[in-house]
């Protein structure tokens, strides 16, 4: 069986809290086989597969790796464990989507990509938002020239977070901190739509945890433009991003689980893109298994040197900041 008609058994590492909005989507996409989800809790794994169909439930993440029927491990634990899971699957031979950020250290990403490169198996970062229509529309409008030269970005992820330290957003030793958890996405938005960034500089105030409760990122691109880009956990919500050109704009409400982008010329809106499918993973989740059918270790939606770009851009964003020596 090959090509369009092939069936992928999917296992879950982390049945937490991203986890359920992932499998609420996972479950209604086609060829897909939702085989596993491994705990370290049996029970959890258990009352999470009934809850949504899957097949069994592991109280141990080695039984997955070991399962012949898993094809793709994705792992949705917090980012200090992604590391030796993706290492553990992949010598397994699963293809890994791996939640972002890939790992926290540039150095150990990169450790990761080689791993999948010499073994010849599948692995990605899960970068949502570059798979979703809307994205995908206003990086058309872009590159069609109908807002003119890039000139200016800004887009920014931030909401009031926890204030408990030992949770995973505030806890530096579960690899806590704004800029890994979401400035990860204003910094690939704007990459990907005024392209590779050539300089970084930022500011940021730390939590007493010692891990940044916000940032703000100024960025230049390989197109000329330039953007800011704003993190937070001590704000109110603010989650939009807007890209300037020299006849027109581009605003994205909601960036990172975009359902609409708006394009306007001359201060009029002239033209608008609504995703109604209420799919914020399900394009993702597709471009894996494509990816998976033409052979591929990796996703041309998000590379590993994307992947790469963006640990480097978040390491030198957190030494910058503090929180990194
Ligand atoms: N793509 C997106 O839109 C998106 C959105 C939110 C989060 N994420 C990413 O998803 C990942 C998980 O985030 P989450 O908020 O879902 O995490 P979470 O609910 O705090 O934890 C998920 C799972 O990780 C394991 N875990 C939690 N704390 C642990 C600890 N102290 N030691 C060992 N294992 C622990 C647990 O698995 P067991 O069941 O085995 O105990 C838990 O069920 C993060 O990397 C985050 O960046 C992505």
Not at 19 to 27: G, K, S, V, Y
Request: glycine residues 10%.
């Amino acid at each position: 069986m090959n090509g369009e008609s092939k069936t992928y058994g999917w296992g879950l590492i982390g049945p937490g809290r991203f986890a359920q909005e992932f499998a609420n989507e996972l479950i209604h996409v086609e060829r897909v086989n939702p085989v596993a989800v491994a705990s370290r809790d049996f029970g959890k794994a258990e009352a999470f597969a009934n809850d949504f169909g899957f097949g069994k439930g592991y109280g141990d993440y080695d039984a997955l790796f070991e399962d012949p029927e898993v094809d793709i491990v994705y792992i949705v634990v917090p980012h200090v464990f992604h590391a030796g899971l993706a290492r553990r699957a992949l010598e397994a031979g699963k293809a890994v989507l791996c939640e972002k950020p890939l790992t926290p250290v540039p150095e150990v990403s990169g450790e990761l990509i080689e791993l999948s490169k010499s073994s010849g198996v599948f692995l990605m970062e899960a970068m949502k938002t570059g798979f979703l229509p809307a994205i995908q529309q206003a990086k058309r409008w872009i590159e069609a020239g109908r807002i003119g030269e890039l000139k200016l970005a800004r887009a920014d992820f931030c909401f009031p977070g926890p204030s408990d330290p030992h949770d995973r957003l505030m806890n530096p030793d579960l690899g806590g901190g704004a800029v890994l958890d979401v400035g990860i996405y204003p910094l690939h938005l704007t990459r990907l739509l005024l392209g590779e960034v050539l300089e970084i500089s930022a500011e940021g105030s730390l939590t007493a945890t010692g891990v940044e409760d916000s940032a703000s990122m100024m960025t230049r691109h390989a197109s000329g433009a330039s953007a800011v880009s704003l993190c937070s956990f001590q704000t109110e919500e603010a989650m939009s991003a807007t890209v300037f050109g020299s006849e027109g704009k581009i605003e994205i409400p909601r960036f990172h689980a975009a359902t609409e982008a708006l394009l306007y010329q001359g201060g009029e809106l002239v033209e608008s893109c609504r995703d109604d499918s209420g799919g914020m993973v399900t394009a993702e989740i597709i471009a894996v298994m494509d990816a998976l059918d033409r052979g591929a270790i990796e996703c041309a939606g998000h590379t590993h040197e994307d992947t790469m770009r963006l640990s480097e851009l978040m390491h030198e964003v957190r030494k910058q900041i503090g929180s990194v020596s």
